[in-house]
């Protein structure tokens, strides 16, 4: 399903738009991001190519049918992946980075890609190949209302990547990976392009996501500034309420980020931010050029949790240390650890 300008698809309460499991039927292979790295892939189930005003509406459901094949093809990936990830890291043409046909890197779900005033509010979304939403190099996406229904491994609820002015609201993320990922590209492409995530605002959402609730990277390249989250509430458990992650390769920086009045059930880490995620690039990478994220401003305020192992923890890099992260006002949290924190109280 290819959006152009000016179009509205709305479904109404009780219909079903369900999607074929033939990869075939989902080539030409077009140009996306697939975590992160730019390719022509198979084209997501719904996708939008540099047009405005487009919106998907109304109270009905949309299948993906991930399950019944594509979901499987993440125990195949690896070799693929690492094709791609090499592609990036040499700076190889994109129009030379062909994958679709005879590959198994999932495609995504819902993926405008450069577009300009996209809506997608009111409808239920169920068994996504791969991540669920994720609008690229977008400006003036709204998300409102929407409930994610999806288990399949790598089924991260919303990913705005590269974009600009997001509101998320209203929804509801019941996922096999994080609720709600932001990203702005990964390595190289992204340092060549430049383009941030920024002015995001998440608000009265409620996470039922099997790994993290708000997930800052890990492909934050490109830069992550001004993320206000509020009023959001993940009742059950999460590992992680709120997470920021990168590594000594991403570069990048993230900046003013905020979390206010929020409600939790368990966790593992209220806050946790890592700057040397190691998993799943070392190995792949045995030489690389160092780029350590710039952290500055993180701020947690007014926030519930009934048990928690930790409020925070923060693993910074003395060669870049992260700067001004504020905890204020954490309530009703039990079985806190604290280990090796470090800080200058001169708050410098």
Known sequence: ???????NIHLEDGA???????????????ITRWEGTELFNYSPLIYAYHVQNIALTGKGTINGNGSKKFSAWADNQNIDKEILRRMGRENLPIYRRIFGEGFRLRP??????????????GITIKDSPFWVIHPIFCNNVIVRDVTVDSHNRNN???????CSNVLIEGCTFSTGDDAIAIKSGRDNDAWRIGQPTENVVIRNC???????????????????RNIYMHDCTAPN????????????????????????NVKAGTAQRVLEIDTEVLYQWKDLVPTYEERITR???????????????????????AKLPVKN?????????????EKNVTYDRKGK
């Open 325 to 337: 992260v504020t905890i204020k006002k954490v309530n009703n949290v039990e079985n806190v650890v």
């Open 237 to 260: 458990s999460v590992m992680r309420l709120f997470f920021v992650k990168t590594n000594h390769r991403r570069g990048g920086f993230i900046e003013n980020v905020y979390m206010k």
């Open 206 to 224: 409620t996470f039922w996501s099997k790994i993290n609730g708000v997930c800052i990277g890990s492909e934050i390249s490109g830069g992550i």
């Open 156 to 162: 991260d609820g919303c990913d705005p990547e590269s």
């Open 295 to 317: 952290i500055d401003g993180i701020y947690m305020d007014k926030v519930t949790c009934e048990s928690a192992d930790a409020i925070y923890e923060l693993k910074g890099d």
């Open 1 to 7: 399903l290819v959006f152009k300008s000016n179009v």
């Open 16 to 30: 079903i738009l369900n999607f074929s499991s033939n990869q075939e039927d989902y080539l030409p292979a077009v």
């Open 108 to 121: 995504g779900f819902i993926e405008p890609y450069g577009c300009v005033n996209v809506r997608i509010e």
